[in-house]
Each structure stands twice: as structure tokens, then as C-alpha cells.
């Protein structure tokens, strides 16, 4: 049986005749950082401190034990007749030497790679080449290509983000970074199982197309597949053969919020004369997954159905969790894939300027019912087709799309992340002036490779992509959009101008948690445009965009950092709620929107809804009532207030809702209760009464059913006559409960004001004279002297008149 040896003990770096304790997997900057050797360079302006690492080369050495391999041909006797050495993942440009003998050399982060050892043993080094010297080789010969930002990430198969981008520091990683071990094997092993898995009337298959490799070749082998009780074994002749295997009545895994998500566990046994020699187990899902890009009256479609069924998809882009991929435990992506489903999510799309995530990632987007759309990496840039780069391309891709096929969360392979946009709309046309750019990669060998391997998902060339170049790339009316102007140039009433087939990106700014800024800039006075503040803000001109942002909504605090972070955060959830909002009220003309983001690489101003040290921003807590099966807003259209209900569950929606137009100083002036009926999976509108719509700065209207509420002010809040707040504080064990006796505009309590582990279970909420909300809170404990009510008070904000 094949018998496999960790090799992550015993390493070590070097560098100028230094020698340092280094981890496997890991990188250079935690090795170094572990060390002592640089400061945290999520600290402060550190980054720029430790930018040296990525401009050097490091070596990783161990001791490697002796490796069998005295050419045993019997089956029978003691030890294995060859022995290889694997790496999972090596990051990125690097020569493996073994006792003075040179392996291979390697330039691709995203590959595994396997060198054959027996017999073999001595000192391992694995010597890494600076990535940046790498890359502008490669571009110093093949010509320089248009490109978002200015680093040569496009010349190297490596997470392009490390280079830096507009939310994450420029910190050039170089390590062994997947792990390593040793793999004993004879007569044959497994080399590579594809599972195409379907299911039709009720009849799960999964085909397991298996590749070997041989050490004896005469040698008869077996294949023992199985699933449950269900059992296949077939001969093997050569070196690939197919196994199938039906599971009658196969239990449907679905999205969550639409079905449950069965797993059923496949083991392949490889055999010569009834002894096994290695087995492959994966989790599978039986499930359909189909795109619909139908062309229509309104344009071009882009929607998802699973199992048959069609959805809005209710999504998130995820980027690299770390910066450093190799901290990432399985635990971690379990918090922040469990946050995610928390606020309502069902579908990440998983961004092409990072990594083909772990094995860990899409496990728990199995467990959770998270779909995963897959960007292929590929960003922001054009990238060349020629040597070596278009090998290390395919080959990269053929080996992530057979290793992610058993997942039934992958639900989309997508070639790219706005380079077909780029190519149009940013100038790269004029300066490429002929010379190859990418789009033999989106538009040829990506669906291709896709096809032969996987050819049970859907493909698409890009995001943003029209369907066809006879469309601009990014036509809301035509497939995937990206909503970029908003943010960049626009208030974002602007979301509502327009209703995209699919909004695969668009987002708001806003800075991290008060404690984690604290700790990412000890010491500091903070303020919006600090040296800290604004060494963490890497977006081009994302402080003045903020403040322009917040200008259309509010009054800018002048010299009040806290007020400032407050409402910044409060216009970055208004922001995102006024496009989903919009969006979803148009379903099944648009089919979809992906927040821009979930999650941070570290601690930085951003577009994320969760900051760099897991944080929920009032974002996070907004998503959950956005992405909620079903949401009420009120939206003018057409010069008319009208109720959207839309209803995302599987059943009708039938109920009572109550419409009050109101005064700022609580006054119901005037009020109706009216049916509501919306059908499962449909929106349905309601016209509000003309006598209900509320006029001026000092009214406003409220519609509640079923415990959902949606609010309509008239006028900008910078216009409203807002009263000043007043409100009660209770605290008791795990809980505040804050009781209004005015009108309070999105009330939210800081938790992490209180103690930096602290946290609350609520985000923003606006409250009617006398209601309450009780807010669950942990990681702070009142005292016991009486205080925690005065405590809180100073951690809970609102909105205030301004004038």
C-alpha cells in the first residue's frame, strides 16, 4: 500500500550565511517574522520596512531520510520499490536540489509537482529565485504588457495580490508554502481519479475516469470503486480505465436556503492480485448546475439554476483570507465561510488575482451549501501567451479542474477578472499594438481544457463579459456587470439607474473595526488622513472618495476621528443596501449581485463587509436583512412609491403589511394596512397610497410585515429635521437593550469600543419612539460597580441632526 511521510519537521531557511528554524508549509516573511528578523508588517507602516524579502533569494533545507528503492520486484517483500517526492505547493520560481543533484526547476505557484527519489537521500534544498527578478525577466523578453497596476504580476504564475492591490500591501512571498512529504510506492499508484458526477430521475452516476502509473507494467490491476453499499470493480489494462457507479434514489445536495446538503463518501482502490496499492477517497454531491444566457427582451440573461431550479444568486467575492496563504487553518476558513453563510450568502466567487483555495475552503462551502464560482487566476492585466508562460497555463489549469471536480459547491469556472474590460475600455488595444494579451486563454485553451475534463459546469470567458464582443464587455444588459462608476465618480443613488442581467462586482469603503485599528496602529492619533490611516487606504484616491461618498449623505465630521468612523461605516451599508435592494427588486431580470467583498487580507480601509482581523463591519450585520429570503423595500419608480416584497423562500408569501407615514418627531400622520401576497421565488409591488408618501425633511414613511420593516426618507439625511436622540440603557449578563423615547437613525453599537474581543450580535437599527432592541453582546462582561450602562453608552452611535 502506498505509504506516505510528512516532511515538515527539521527545515531551514537560509540567507547570507544565516540559518533560521523555518515552517513547512509556510512562507519567508513568517519564518522571518517567527524569528524576530522584521517587524509585523501588518503594523503600522511596516510593509515598507521588510520589502527587501521579496527582493532576494532563500533557500529551504532538511535532511532527506534514505529512500527505499534496491529494485525489489516482489510484491511480497519488505519496503517499496520507488519513492517519490511531492510538493503540494511551492511559491512560486525555485530549483530543487537533492545531495548535490538537481531535480527540476519550477515556476508555477498554483502546481503540485512530484520528482522521482528512490534511492536517493542526502540534503534537500529548495532554492527560491526573488519572484519580482522572476517576473520582470520574463517580461524584460517577452515585451511589457498594459497592466492595472505597476508591478510585473502578469509574467508569473504566481497570487497576483501579493504584489500588492488596491486593499492589500505588496508583500512578494517566497516558500514552500503547500505541504511536502515523501510517497513509497510499488507496482502501480494512483496518478489522477476525474469524477464526473450527474444525476437524472433520481439516478446518481459518477463516472471515475482513473490514470496510473506503473513501476512493473506486465502487472494485472483492479479497480474497486464504491459508495455506500453500491459496489463496482472492473480490470484495468494500460495505464487509465473508467469505473461507474449509480446510487439509486440519490439524495439532491442545493444551495443553502434551498435544500439540504447530502455528501456521500467515493473510494477508489487500486489492486494487483487482491492487495491494495492505494486508494483515493473523496466527498461528492449529486446536483445539476446549469447558466442560462438566453437572450430575451431585455438583453441577454446570466442565471444560475441548481437542481432545475433558477435563484438570485445572493453573493460575496472572497480574496485571499491572508496575505501569507499558508496561515490559513482549516479552521479559519470554516469562521469566515460560517460568517459568510450567516448574512444570508449562497454563492462566493472565489477572485482571479488570488489562489486555487485549499482543499479546506471548498469542504466547508460543501458542508455550508455555499456555490463557488471559480475565477481562473488571471486579473487586471494583460498577460502573455507565449512561452513559458502559455505551458505553465494549461498545465495549471488541468490538474485545479480535476482536483476541485468532486466538489458539488463548484458550481462555475470563469476564465478571468476584467481583462476582456481592459482590453476594450482601458487603453490596451492602441498599446498592445498586435502582441497576444490573454485572450487565447479565455476564449480558446480555458473552455477547452474546461470541456474535455469537466464538462458538467458551465464556463464563462470573464467577469464582466457580454456574451460576444458584439456587446462592450461590461453592458449591464448582457451578462455579467461590474459597478464601478458608482463608487469611483457617483452618489450611490446612481445603483438604482439601471438593472444589470448579473452584478458580479460592486461595493463601498469603509474603514476596519475601532479595535482593529488599534492594534494594527499602536500609539497612533488617529484620524482620516494619519500616516497610519492612510499608509492602510491603498485604493487610488479612497479617502477622498469616502469623503465625497459621505459629503452627499451627511455633514464631514471636522476633527472627530470616531464620528468620522461611525458614519463612514454607516454610508458604506446604505451604500451596498441601496444596489441590492434595487437589484433584487428587479429578479428574474437580474439574476444576481456579488458584493465586492467579504473578507480582508489585513487590516486595511476597505470594501469588505468582515475587516482584516475577522471584525464584522455594520456591512456584515446589513447583508443578513439583504440577503434574507425575504426583504421589503420602498423605492420611487417611474414617479411613484412603490413597496417591493420580494420573496426568495419556497413557499407564498401571504400577510398583513402597515404603511405609516410619519413625522421626524414620531407623529403618525397618517396610516393603512393592505394585503401582501408574493408567490414563492417571485417579487411582488405594491403602489403605496398617494396620501401615505411622505413630503419634506421632516416626514418619513415605514412599512412592516412579519417583523421585516423598510424605511423611506424623501430627502438626503444631510435634510432630514432630525431630533436629537434620546434612549434608555439597560445592561444585563450577554445582553443591552436600548430603549428610544425619540426617532434613533441607525443605532449601532461598537462593541469592540468596550474590550477588543468583545462583539455584537446587531448592526445598524433604527428605532420609532418607545420601541426597544436588545442587543446580545460577547467578550465584555459589565462591572459590577454599576458602570456598564455610562460604558456603553460611549461605544453606542447614531445619526444626529445637523442643524
Known amino acids: 500500500m502506498l505509504d506516505a511521510t510528512p516532511l515538515t519537521e527539521g527545515w531551514t531557511l537560509r540567507y547570507d550565511g544565516r540559518a533560521l528554524p523555518a515552517a513547512v508549509p509556510g512562507c519567508v516573511h513568517t519564518d522571518l517574522l517567527a524569528a524576530g528578523v522584521i517587524p509585523d508588517p501588518f503594523l503600522g507602516r511596516n510593509e515598507t520596512e521588510v520589502a527587501w524579502v521579496g527582493r532576494r533569494e532563500w533557500t529551504y533545507e532538511t535532511e532527506l531520510p534514505g529512500a527505499s528503492g534496491s529494485a525489489v520486484t516482489s510484491p511480497g517483500a519488505s519496503g517499496h520499490e520507488q519513492t517519490d517526492l511531492v510538493f503540494e505547493g511551492l511559491d512560486t520560481a525555485a530549483e530543487i536540489v537533492l545531495d548535490g543533484r538537481l531535480l527540476g526547476r519550477v515556476r508555477n505557484m498554483h502546481r503540485s509537482y512530484r520528482f522521482d527519489v528512490t534511492g536517493m537521500s542526502g540534503r534537500l534544498a529548495v532554492r527560491f529565485a526573488s519572484a519580482h527578478t522572476e517576473a520582470e525577466a520574463v517580461r524584460d523578453r517577452l515585451g511589457d504588457r498594459p497592466n492595472a497596476y505597476p508591478e510585473p504580476f502578469p509574467f508569473l504564475r504566481k497570487m497576483a495580490c501579493s504584489f500588492g492591490w488596491d486593499w492589500g500591501p505588496t508583500l512578494v512571498t517566497a516558500g514552500i508554502w503547500r505541504p511536502v512529504r515523501l510517497e513509497h510506492w510499488s507496482t502501480a499508484r494512483v496518478a489522477r481519479v476525474r469524477p464526473l458526477v450527474t444525476v437524472e430521475d433520481g439516478v446518481g452516476r459518477v463516472e471515475l475516469a482513473v490514470e496510473v502509473e506503473r513501476a512493473r507494467v506486465e502487472a494485472d490491476l483492479t479497480l474497486e470503486a464504491r459508495i455506500g453499499d453500491v459496489r463496482v470493480s472492473a480490470p484495468l489494462d494500460g495505464s487509465s480505465g473508467t469505473v461507474r457507479l449509480d446510487v439509486p434514489d440519490a439524495a439532491l445536495w442545493w444551495p443553502r436556503g434551498y435544500g439540504e446538503q447530502p455528501l456521500y463518501d467515493v473510494e477508489l482502490k487500486l489492486e494487483h492480485d487482491g492487495t491494495p496499492l492505494d486508494v483515493w477517497r473523496r466527498r461528492i454531491g449529486f446536483r445539476t448546475v446549469e447558466l442560462d444566457r438566453t437572450a430575451d427582451a431585455h438583453g441577454t440573461g446570466f442565471t444560475l439554476a441548481v437542481n432545475g431550479t433558477r435563484l438570485f444568486a445572493r453573493g460575496v467575492n472572497w480574496i485571499p483570507d491572508d496575505v501569507f496563504p499558508s496561515r490559513i487553518t482549516r479552521e479559519r476558513y470554516r469562521e469566515r ?13 472565489v477572485w482571479g488575482g488570488g489562489i486555487y483555495e485549499s482543499e479546506d475552503f471548498y469542504d466547508a462551502c460543501d458542508e455550508l451549501g455555499l456555490l463557488v464560482w471559480q475565477d481562473f487566476p488571471f486579473a487586471c492585466a494583460a498577460y502573455p501567451e507565449e512561452q513559458p508562460l502559455r505551458g505553465e497555463v494549461e498545465a495549471e489549469a488541468r490538474e485545479n479542474v480535476v482536483r476541485l471536480m468532486p466538489h458539488p459547491s463548484l458550481a462555475l469556472w470563469n476564465g478571468n477578472n476584467e481583462n476582456l474590460w481592459g482590453f476594450r475600455d482601458w487603453g490596451w488595444e492602441e498599446r498592445l499594438a498586435g502582441e497576444s494579451w490573454g485572450e487565447g486563454y479565455y476564449l480558446g485553451a480555458l473552455p477547452r481544457v474546461v470541456a474535455e475534463l469537466d464538462p458538467t459546469r458551465p464556463y464563462t470567458p470573464g467577469s464582466p463579459w457580454s456574451g460576444s464582443w458584439d456587446h462592450h464587455p461590461n453592458d449591464p444588459a448582457h451578462g455579467t456587470h461590474h459597478s464601478w462608476e458608482v463608487w469611483n465618480r457617483e452618489d450611490y443613488a446612481r445603483y438604482r439607474a439601471n438593472v444589470p442581467r448579473f452584478v458580479a462586482e460592486f461595493g463601498w469603503q469603509a474603514p476596519p473595526a475601532y479595535a482593529t485599528l488599534r492594534r494594527a496602529l499602536p500609539g497612533e492619533e488617529l484620524a482620516p488622513d494619519s500616516p497610519g490611516m492612510l499608509h492602510h487606504q491603498k485604493a487610488d484616491d479612497g479617502n477622498g472618495k469616502l469623503e465625497r461618498g459621505l459629503a452627499r449623505h451627511f455633514p464631514v465630521p471636522e476633527g472627530d476621528f470616531d ?192 474590550a477588543p474581543a468583545a462583539q455584537a450580535d446587531t448592526g445598524l437599527v433604527t428605532l420609532l419612539p418607545g420601541e426597544r432592541v436588545t442587543m446580545g453582546v460577547r467578550g465584555w462582561q459589565a462591572p459590577d460597580d454599576g458602570s456598564g450602562a455610562a460604558a456603553v453608552r460611549s461605544a453606542l452611535y447614531c445619526v444626529e441632526p445637523t442643524r
Open 563 to 754: 464620528r468620522w468612523h461611525y458614519l463612514t461605516q454607516v454610508n458604506q451599508a446604505r451604500a451596498v443596501a441601496a444596489g441590492i435592494e434595487h437589484w433584487r427588486s428587479h429578479w428574474p431580470v437580474c439574476a444576481g449581485t456579488i458584493v465586492w467583498q467579504l473578507n480582508d487580507c489585513w487590516p486595511v480601509t476597505s470594501w469588505a463587509a468582515i475587516d482584516g482581523d475577522g471584525r464584522p463591519k455594520p456591512l456584515y450585520h446589513e447583508l443578513r436583512r439583504l440577503y434574507a429570503d425575504r426583504l421589503l423595500t420602498l423605492r420611487v419608480r417611474d414617479g411613484e412609491l412603490v413597496l417591493a416584497a420580494v420573496n426568495q423562500a419556497g413557499v407564498d408569501w401571504s400577510t398583513s403589511l402597515r404603511l405609516r407615514r410619519m413625522s421626524v418627531d414620531g407623529v403618525v400622520v397618517a396610516e393603512a394596512d393592505l394585503p401582501l401576497a408574493s408567490a414563492a421565488r417571485t417579487v411582488a409591488d405594491i403602489r403605496v397610497p398617494r396620501e401615505l408618501e411622505p413630503h419634506g425633511p421632516k416626514e418619513f414613511l415605514v412599512a412592516d410585515a412579519d417583523r421585516l420593516r423598510a424605511l423611506h426618507f424623501p430627502v438626503p439625511d444631510r435634510e432630514v429635521a432630525y431630533p436629537r436622540p434620546e434612549f434608555d440603557v439597560t445592561v444585563a449578563s450577554g445582553t443591552v437593550t436600548v430603549t428610544a423615547r425619540t426617532l434613533v437613525r441607525d443605532l449601532l453599537l461598537q462593541a469592540d469600543r468596550l
Open 337 to 349: 465561510l460560517t460568517q459568510a453563510a450567516g448574512a444570508g450568502v449562497d454563492l462566493v466567487r
